[in-house]
């Protein structure tokens, strides 16, 4: 069995301003984001894993810093990274983004699962982007758990499937940056949760 330790980067400047980054804005964690990464390794930094995962994102990267300065090696997969915003991402949102982005989830929960934003994935797209990640890991023989960091809507993405549930209702599964899920793994559509986005390591942040 695997157990996948799902970590969302930390805060950037464009989640404080409330841009969409997607896929293809590479930004860097700001310092609420850094501390953010460094209050969740001081209260996980008891764990072990096997394997350290991020996207091909900076920003992962450097929420997985501290646990990559014990002696970690840093692994990536281009299945992790962000869900695809296409023209709207970087921009500052506007009243016409802010409907299609509005009216794109609508259809999402109607089943539309193949629209997408001009330039960007649908959540099939970015499913099948990411699958072939978990099947190489339920490849490999063993009991092993990893620490994986990726994306607040691409984590939406995989966890339905992992789950084997619908991805109209993929809105259900939330995440905070740094919030940790926990997920056990017998096979894709066989998971089981453990936690969900908790966030128990920020309660000792000052507010921002």
């Known amino acids: 069995m695997l157990t996948f330790y799902f970590l969302r980067h930390g805060e950037t400047d464009y989640n404080r301003r409330g841009i969409v980054q997607g896929r293809g804005i590479d930004s860097d964690l700001n310092d609420k984001g850094r501390a953010q990464a460094q209050a969740f390794f001081e209260h996980y930094n008891h764990?072990?894993?096997?394997?350290?995962?991020?996207s091909l994102l900076k920003r992962t990267h450097q929420t997985l810093a501290p646990w990559l300065a014990t002696g970690y090696e840093l692994q990536t997969h281009a299945g992790l990274d962000e869900f695809s915003w296409g023209i709207h991402e970087g921009k500052n949102?506007?009243?016409?983004?802010r409907h299609e982005f509005r009216?794109?989830?609508r259809r999402w929960?109607?089943?539309?699962?193949?629209?997408?934003?001009?330039?960007?994935?649908?959540?099939?797209d970015a499913w099948h982007r990411a699958r072939p990640f978990f099947e190489d890991q339920l490849a490999r023989p063993?009991?092993?758990?990893l620490l994986v960091c990726s994306h607040g809507r691409q984590l939406r993405v995989i966890l339905s499937n992992l789950l084997g549930q619908d991805m109209r209702d993929m809105e259900h599964f939330?995440?905070?940056n740094t919030a940790l899920t926990i997920l056990h793994l017998h096979a894709i559509g066989e998971g089981e949760l453990a936690l969900l986005n908790s966030t128990a390591h920020l309660d000792t942040l000052e507010p921002a």
Do not use: A, C, N, Y
């Open 109 to 124: 929960t109607l089943g539309e699962l193949d629209v997408r934003i001009e330039g960007g994935e649908s959540p099939f």
């Open 174 to 176: 939330k995440h905070h």
């Open 47 to 54: 764990l072990s894993f096997d394997e350290v995962w991020g």
């Open 103 to 105: 009216d794109m989830l």
């Open 142 to 145: 063993g009991d092993r758990r």
């Open 93 to 97: 949102p506007d009243e016409f983004q």
